[in-house]
């Protein structure tokens, strides 16, 4: 092989979706960094990514099959060759196929954000068994649910537009560290005079650098967007001629919206009535002077049990000021429905029929610490039997961690981890497979937070024995008998495929031009709802919602508070009466990179920031190590005191390694498995703790 640059893609779970140039000498990857030619990139990676060469040639990379031969969670294994692995997997899937294919379960999330490695082969496999269908819904389901009822679809605002809005919301969010290329975006707004408003209960490193910061209670941002509304209306800061061409239901709005007052909402939410008015006026009157303001809201806001009408309420903001007037106003939460993604095709879902039918199972991947625990009943179908763990490392980031612990450590469970590297899930696995990095295998990624379809072309020939997720599955397929002929597609086959190109926004898609370039833009207009064409029933934004209602919901605007809270639990708040949340840390992504050691120093140890009220209360100083506990566990962290946190608020920057901890815990221990209003999401900061110096 000769000397090259490689066009790839960040394969990572981020809104940026990065372009990257990787150099290539002799076969071995030298040096990676952002593509200057693709916009949203500009040439730029985060810390982070920019050592994925560090981590692709790290030392403790698996590199070849291996069985268990220590106790379950421990990590001893010893290698044997691929044959064999591929052999004894489909041994014990079909002898439990025959009996219940629904003992079978897939376990995946977004390790890889790529079509090719996420579920195209896996699920043509996992459908072909007829296995339990996996809820991916640990991210972003609630508020993408809520977001439907109001817009019809995840389509927003074009995040390249935002450079030019006179007002951002920063809503449950913090891109310096998880959205960094649109804080890019920012800036440049903020630089030509714009105001940003950070909403977030921490003081995060971007509310640090907002014009304003509004730090209310977790959970509570529906109340706050409902005491919004009730001041734009009450100061007749509405866009009537946008309301009553584009919206439905503003007459039932306005009577709800009565009691929303800003002393009301302030209550609720934590905050002064002033901060209600204020957060109300500035967007009304920046909108009101025909100014592009803009909302970015993203997930923080949504890991609560309010979270998915939360999103519901805020996607109602632009449409009553008239915001989508601008292509550089509106709201963006996920762009992830811009994309004709062609499912059927990737999964092959009307085709692949299984041996054995039976009514299907789906299990919620939230409820894995619960559901690895139940026997076989008639209301929830034959007991777990195999797991196949891909693109996941649930040990460390399912909620109530102690039970999902259990689950794994079950004796009769056999697991199957495809893996980088020996993660907190990989200690528990029965065999465990090496799978390449971005840079050793191909791939195609839609994006959610910009606009591009993106190529990740093969920079370096696999490391070790390592084969992609999709090279095993195919592998799995032809050893399970499966002589579908869709087993057989290549990942150039699939990859291809992957967009349904009877879709105007992706005419102009030639693959072996997106190879060429590295990526293309969709074809998609630019104010998306200037003039309405909002994407649910009425074709209008929906202040109220039919729909909502025939699911059981309110069908307006309306508020769920938290499931752990003052307000609503007080008994178990006397208890434990911090509120903790666990968004994450900036050098790490979710728990990949958290055994990079030059990162890892970065964010030293495991700690949790306190107010220094809440910690002079407990008599904690700075650097003690204390117990954080609730009914679900406990864990060991050293004390940050910092006024950052508001009063009865504790920050646990996540999500560590539990084995590479002083307590071998992580912040799931405390956080549970109960769902959020819609979507079927989790809820990891809706959790009351208390702490003690140890
Ligand atoms: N560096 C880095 N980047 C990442 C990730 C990572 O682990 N590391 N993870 C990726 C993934 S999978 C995701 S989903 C995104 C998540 O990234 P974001 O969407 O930014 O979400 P979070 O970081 O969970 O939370 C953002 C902010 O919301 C605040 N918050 C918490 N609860 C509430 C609340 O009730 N209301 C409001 N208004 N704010 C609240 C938190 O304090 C936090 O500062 O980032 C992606 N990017
Ligand atoms: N307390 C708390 N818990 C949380 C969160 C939080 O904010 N706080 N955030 C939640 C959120 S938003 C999310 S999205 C989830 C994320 O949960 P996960 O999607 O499980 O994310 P990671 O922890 O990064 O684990 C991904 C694993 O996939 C592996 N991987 C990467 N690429 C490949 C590949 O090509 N093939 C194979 N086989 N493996 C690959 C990586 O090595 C890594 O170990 O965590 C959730 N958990
Ligand atoms: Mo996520």
Redo the contacts with the bound molecule.
């Keep these: 092989m000769s000397d090259e640059v490689i066009k790839a893609t960040c394969?990572h779970?981020c809104p940026d979706t990065c372009g990257m140039l990787v150099k290539v000498e002799n076969g071995v990857a030298v040096s990676i960094k952002g593509n200057p030619e693709h916009p949203n990139t500009g040439g730029t990676l985060c810390t982070k990514v920019s050592r994925y060469i560090e981590r692709t040639y790290h030392k403790d990379r698996l590199k070849y099959p291996m069985q268990r031969v220590g106790k379950k969670g421990e990590g001893k294994f010893q290698r044997i060759s691929w044959d064999n692995a591929l052999n004894l997997i489909t041994r014990k899937l079909k002898n439990i196929s025959i009996r219940d294919p629904r003992a079978i379960l897939p376990y995946s999330?977004?390790?890889?954000m790529g079509i090719v490695?996420g579920e195209s082969m896996a699920m043509r496999f996992f459908n072909r068994i007829g296995a339990s269908k996996l809820d991916r819904t640990?991210?972003a389901s609630a508020g993408g649910a809520g977001y439907k009822y109001s817009i019809g679809a995840k389509v927003g605002t074009d995040n390249s537009k935002f450079d030019n809005s006179k007002l951002i919301l920063i809503w449950g969010g913090n891109p310096i560290v998880s959205n960094l290329h649109f804080w890019s975006r920012a800036q440049n707004a903020k630089r030509k005079g714009a105001k940003l408003i950070c909403i977030d209960p921490y003081k995060s490193l971007t509310a640090e650098k907002c014009n304003r910061h509004i730090a209310l209670i977790p959970g509570t941002d529906a109340a706050l967007a409902l005491g919004m509304m009730h001041v734009i209306c009450k100061e007749n800061l509405v866009d009537y001629d946008y309301v009553s061409k584009y919206t439905i239901g503003f007459e039932k709005l306005l009577e709800r919206l009565a009691f929303w007052t800003p002393e009301y909402t302030g209550k609720i939410c934590g905050i002064s009535s002033k901060e209600v008015e204020y957060i109300s006026k500035i967007y009304a009157l920046t909108a009101k002077k025909k100014l592009p303001v803009s909302i970015r809201i993203n997930?923080g806001l949504q890991r609560t049990h309010g979270g998915g009408m939360a999103v519901r309420n805020i996607s109602c903001l632009p449409a009553l000021v008239g915001a989508w007037r601008h292509e550089s106003g509106g709201i963006l939460l996920s762009s992830g429905d811009s994309y004709p993604i062609n499912f059927n095709k990737l999964f092959r879902l009307d085709s692949l029929k299984p041996n054995k039918i039976l009514p299907s199972r789906t299990i919620n991947m939230n409820k894995i610490g619960s559901d690895l625990l139940k026997k076989s009943s008639s209301s929830f179908g034959p007991a777990i039997e195999a797991l196949i763990v891909?693109?996941?490392?649930?040990v460390?980031?399912a909620?109530d961690s102690s039970q999902v612990v259990k689950g794994f450590q079950r004796e009769d469970l056999y697991t199957i981890v495809?893996?980088?590297?020996k993660?907190d899930t990989a200690d528990y696995a029965d065999i465990l497979l090496p799978?390449?990095?971005q840079l050793e295998h191909s791939d195609i990624h839609a994006s959610y937070g910009h606009l591009d379809i993106m190529i990740n072309n093969q920079a370096i020939k696999p490391i070790g024995e390592c084969k992609?997720?999709s090279e095993i599955f195919r592998r799995l397929a032809s050893k399970m008998g499966f002589t579908d002929k869709c087993f057989q597609d290549s990942d150039n086959d699939i990859a291809s495929e992957a967009f349904d190109k009877s879709h105007k926004s992706v005419q102009n898609f030639n693959f072996k031009e997106i190879k060429r370039k590295g990526w293309m833009k969709l074809d998609v207009p630019k104010a998306p709802f200037k003039n309405g064409g909002f994407f649910t029933p009425s074709g209008k934004c929906e202040f109220y919602s039919e729909k909502m209602k025939l699911n059981g919901y309110d069908p307006l605007p309306s508020y769920i508070p938290p499931y752990e809270s003052k307000l609503t639990s007080p008994d178990l708040a006397k208890k434990y009466p911090l509120s903790m949340i666990?968004?994450?840390q900036r050098n790490f992504?979710?728990?990949?990179f958290v055994n990079v050691k030059s990162l890892r120093n970065i964010d030293g140890e495991p700690n949790i920031e306190i107010h220094p009220e809440d910690a002079k209360k407990r008599n904690i100083k700075n650097g003690d190590y204390v117990k954080v506990f609730n009914d679900r566990g406990f864990i060991i962290l050293k004390a940050n005191i910092t006024p950052k946190v508001r009063l009865g608020l504790v920050v646990a920057l996540?999500?560590w390694w539990k084995k590479l901890t002083l307590d071998k815990k992580n912040?799931?221990e405390l956080?549970s498995q109960r769902l959020t209003d819609m979507g079927r999401g989790?809820t990891?900061y809706d959790t009351l703790v208390e702490i003690i110096k140890i």
């Design positions: 394969p779970d999330y977004a390790g890889t490695q640990i991210c997930y891909y693109n996941s490392n649930p460390a980031v909620p495809l893996e980088h590297f993660t799978a390449t990095t992609s997720n666990s968004p994450p992504l979710n728990t990949t996540s999500i912040a799931n956080t989790p990891f």
